[in-house]
């Protein structure tokens, strides 16, 4: 059987590409491939700054004693456009090739390549020598194909949207025009979310008269701002701070909201967004990232402009007026993800690339 080599953090670590890795080895992929995970980064570990530094050092070794002993026909690399991240998995994917591995980079969001280093041309050079590198580029949006291709035209590219376990359908949530809006925001409580501004928006749908309530579920740096700000503008009976929530508390989270609220700056493709929809949850939410690739405006979600306030309470309104509008966008959400969001549909993907890879002239 073929041995593949995934490189990431921890699988019990609470981050996008962790669940990412966790959904290959839960895919029928293990059936056709050998898969073994080397852990790369922070995540998922308790380390002191002296085992960090320590870690750093001997990681690299330890990757190519993996590489000698494991034999990995691909070696899957798992990186973002993050200085941290690109650093760090420079070394990586040097040693992979050195050692005439077949390599897929596997870029999780971030900037685009020609923004990365700030017009400095010596690393941007430097970067474009990177991306040459591996046999296979995956991306997660249409955007990022774009840029890529407008960065370096000769790259071997591949657009690889996330994808979630869609489980059981609840089915249609019940019409209730009587009961007030309910709102969920899930994932880290940071400015670049959009947060504050969702929680001024929050203030100015009471003064329209609009009784909704948003909930908060997450944890980040920017939770003690945010919840000075919410007590600042005497918002406590409104927004409410429900933590993590793991497991079936996150699944009730998206059940009794009627619309998830993202007015996110940047995004790649939040898995947050998928397990919305998948439940039902229509999202109120900026077109930026992969967002466009996955919602239409009107059929899955509305789209609002970025830091705009104003016009999210605008969207809360009308939105408060139209629960039929939420259903039908609810029902939509659920046939996108059954339809094109699925972990067979990542599977498929992945035994493409990985095949096209192993049938290629040797190293």
């Known amino acids: 059987m073929t041995t593949i080599m995934l490189l990431g953090p921890s699988l019990g670590a609470v981050s996008g590409v962790s669940t990412h890795l966790n959904q290959l080895l839960q895919s029928a992929l293990p059936r056709e491939f050998r898969f073994v995970l080397f852990q790369v980064g922070s995540e998922g570990r308790g380390e002191s700054l002296p085992g960090k530094v320590w870690r750093l050092l001997l990681s690299p070794v330890l990757f190519l004693i993996a590489l000698l002993r494991e034999r990995p026909a691909i070696v899957h690399l798992n990186t973002s456009m993050e200085p941290k991240s690109y650093w760090r998995d420079v070394v990586y994917l040097a040693i992979a090739k050195l050692m005439r591995k077949r390599v897929v980079y596997q870029v999780h969001g971030g900037a685009l390549p020609q923004e990365f280093f700030g017009g400095r041309h010596l690393l941007t050079g430097l970067l474009r020598r990177v991306l040459r590198l591996p046999d296979a580029v995956v991306l997660l949006a249409q955007c990022e194909l774009r840029g890529y291709r407008s960065f370096d035209a000769t790259l071997a590219l591949e657009v690889i949207p996330n994808a979630i376990d ?9 019409l209730a025009p009587q009961r007030p809006l309910s709102l969920v925001y899930v994932g880290r409580l940071v400015d670049s979310k959009g947060l504050f501004e969702l929680i001024e928006a929050m203030q100015l749908v009471r003064g329209a008269g609009v009784a909704a309530s948003l909930s908060l579920v997450g944890s980040g740096p ?72 996955v919602v239409q405006d009107g059929i899955h979600g509305v789209f609002v402009p970025p830091r705009d306030p104003q016009a999210l309470a605008d969207a809360i309104v009308r939105l408060d007026g139209d629960r039929a509008l939420l259903q039908r966008m609810g029902q939509a959400c659920r046939e996108r993800i059954e ?25």
């Open 222 to 293: 920017d939770e003690a701002a945010l919840r000075e700000r919410v007590a600042a503008l005497g918002l406590q009976d409104t927004v409410t701070f429900l933590g993590q929530k793991f497991g079936a508390e996150k699944d009730a989270a998206w059940r009794n909201a009627d619309l998830f609220a993202f007015p996110t700056y940047h995004e790649g493709l939040p898995y947050a967004l998928l397990e919305s929809m998948a439940a039902r949850t229509p999202a109120l939410l900026c077109p930026v990232g992969a967002i466009p690739d």
């Open 166 to 174: 869609a489980g059981l359908d609840a089915g249609a949530k019940p």
């Open 339 to 363: 339809s094109h969001y699925t972990v067979e549909r990542l599977a498929q993907d992945f035994r493409r690339v990985y095949s096209a890879l192993l049938a290629s002239p040797a190293l």
